[in-house]
């Protein structure tokens, strides 16, 4: 009870009136689809990855910040985005410390379509591995919105996986690895994917999605996944050698 109310009751930060906000906008994309027309919660996650690097770009701190780790993904799926259409995105920063960043970004659409996001990303020193400081100038930049200078990292999901719960390989592929040799974000929201497509009453209706990433998973590695249906919600666990690498919940909206 305590996990549902964190996760479904936590607001995120509204669209601020003034300050550092990046907007971007580009078609929706066939691949991103499923067959209701509909972008999918993996598609999600990819946007988010592509509007980050574009924002990067768009105030030259890119090459000072060349390498972002998520840590964990809240999604809102408040009314579908459908194909076709242009996705507008409004990206800036709910929350910052020295080495790590909340970052909102809103994806909506002319006919009404609306998802709210928020990622906990850490700056990452490509040399080591390690999170390291984010610039004066950029951290001044991101300042401009953010509620809090003192973010800290606290695991909303505090449920395990139990030796009733479903279990299935999760198979990697080649193009599941991305350019820091482990794998990518969004392929974890493919079985979060599948698990609403088996209970369609959370799939048509206003459903937060939390997914945490605890430690990376490499591409030689087994994984299992592991799932659990209660009446309200679905708990996803991915899991390597008995340890939970990531973690997924959704539960529909108040």
């Not at 390291?132 to 996986?161: C, D, H, M, Y």
């Amino acid at each position: 009870m305590l996990e549902a109310q964190l996760m479904c009751q936590t607001p995120l930060m509204p669209l601020p009136r003034e300050g550092h906000v990046f907007n971007t906008a580009w078609p929706l994309r066939a691949s991103d689809i499923e067959p209701g027309w509909r972008l999918r919660i993996d598609g999600v996650a990819r946007y988010l990855q592509d509007a980050g690097f574009d924002h990067l770009d768009a105030v030259s701190a890119r090459e000072e910040h060349p390498a972002w780790v998520v840590r964990r993904t809240v999604i809102d799926s408040i009314k579908p985005i459908e194909f076709p259409g242009n996705v507008e995105v409004h990206r800036w920063c709910s929350g910052l410390s020295s080495r790590w960043c909340t970052m909102r970004a809103r994806l909506s659409t002319a006919n009404g379509g609306l998802i709210e996001t928020e990622g906990f990303w850490i700056n990452i020193n490509p040399n080591t591995g390690l999170p390291t400081r984010i610039t004066e100038q950029f951290e001044a930049l991101l300042g401009e919105t953010a509620l809090s200078n003192r973010v800290r990292w606290k695991q909303w999901i505090t449920a395990s996986p139990g030796p009733e719960d479903e279990s299935a390989p999760f198979p990697l592929r080649s193009t599941d690895i991305d350019v820091m040799a482990h794998v990518n974000n969004a392929v974890y929201l493919h079985a979060v994917d599948a698990a609403l497509r088996a209970r369609p009453e959370l799939h048509d209706t206003a459903t937060r999605t939390v997914i945490e990433y605890l430690a990376p998973v490499a591409p030689d590695e087994k994984v299992e996944l592991r799932t659990r249906h209660s009446s309200d919600d679905v708990h996803l666990w991915f899991v390597v050698d008995g340890n939970v690498r990531a973690q997924a919940a959704v539960l529909p909206l108040p």
